[in-house]
């Protein structure tokens, strides 16, 4: 059982650029969540996205978006970067309705904007 | 609006010596109650969990968390500590809501452990 997976581990991108984040779900899962987690600060949720639907926002812009695919892995996608968006991202997995309602987490990405 | 307070940003601890990692939530019903650890540079690997039953949970590298409904805490313990426990801890709840497993992670506790 192959666990979570996310790519790139590290990104530097310049201000105003778009940036694409990728996460892999543990095998079986349906359901993947996007955190944001600042320096020194606990992860912030971003959004979930169950059987390919959009299940759930926090408090971010729209710029902020992503997409599940069939076979459950994801993307993040953020527009017109700006420095606070500076942080690692972390895209956890879970299957919505199992026994255990447990998320598992990705070692991340770490985005450094410029 | 569910919130998590971890009231201590870093404690230090000889190795050997027991711990105890304090949190407090925010929320009007009994929520799915976590804590994660994070090494530098890694993502959060699950130490336990509480769900219902019996409030004093087992955990994975020893830990065990109690969780006190009057109090509204889950705080995490170890009785001995070891120098690879040095970390990053997270206490998170599930308000059980509309999102599945959305988690509100309280600010973290840094952990030093002294030879």
């Known amino acids: 059982e192959t666990g979570v997976t996310q790519s790139p581990t590290h990104l530097i991108k310049t201000r105003g650029q778009q940036v694409t984040l990728r996460c892999s779900s543990q095998?079986?899962?349906?359901?993947v969540s996007w955190y944001q987690q600042a320096l020194g600060q606990g992860p912030q949720f971003i959004f979930q996205?169950?059987?390919?639907?959009?299940?759930g926002r926090g408090n971010f812009p729209p710029r902020f978006s992503g997409l599940q695919f069939p076979n459950y892995s994801s993307e993040l996608n953020v527009n017109a970067l700006e420095l606070d968006d500076s942080a690692l991202y972390l895209c956890a997995s879970a299957l919505a309705g199992g026994r255990t309602d447990t998320q598992y987490f990705g070692p991340g990405t770490r985005l450094t904007v410029l | 609006a569910q919130s998590v307070t971890q009231p201590d940003i870093h404690i230090t601890v000889s190795e050997g010596a027991s711990l105890e990692l304090r949190c407090n939530y925010s929320y009007g019903a009994t929520p799915y109650l976590f804590w994660y650890v994070q090494s530098p540079g890694q993502g959060l690997q699950l130490l336990l969990k509480?769900?219902?039953?019996?409030?004093l949970v087992q955990g994975i590298k020893g830990f065990e968390a109690e969780f006190k409904r009057s109090q509204s805490s889950f705080n995490l313990r170890k009785p001995s500590v070891h120098w690879s426990d040095a970390a990053e801890y997270f206490c998170?709840?599930?308000?059980?809501?509309?999102?599945?497993?959305?988690?509100?992670f309280g600010r973290g506790t840094q952990l030093t452990v002294w030879p």
């Open positions: 996205y169950y059987r390919e639907e959009e299940n």
């Open positions: 509480y769900f219902s039953g019996d409030t």
């Open positions: 095998s079986g899962h349906n359901t």
């Open positions: 998170a709840v599930d308000d059980r809501g509309s999102t599945l497993g959305r988690l509100y």
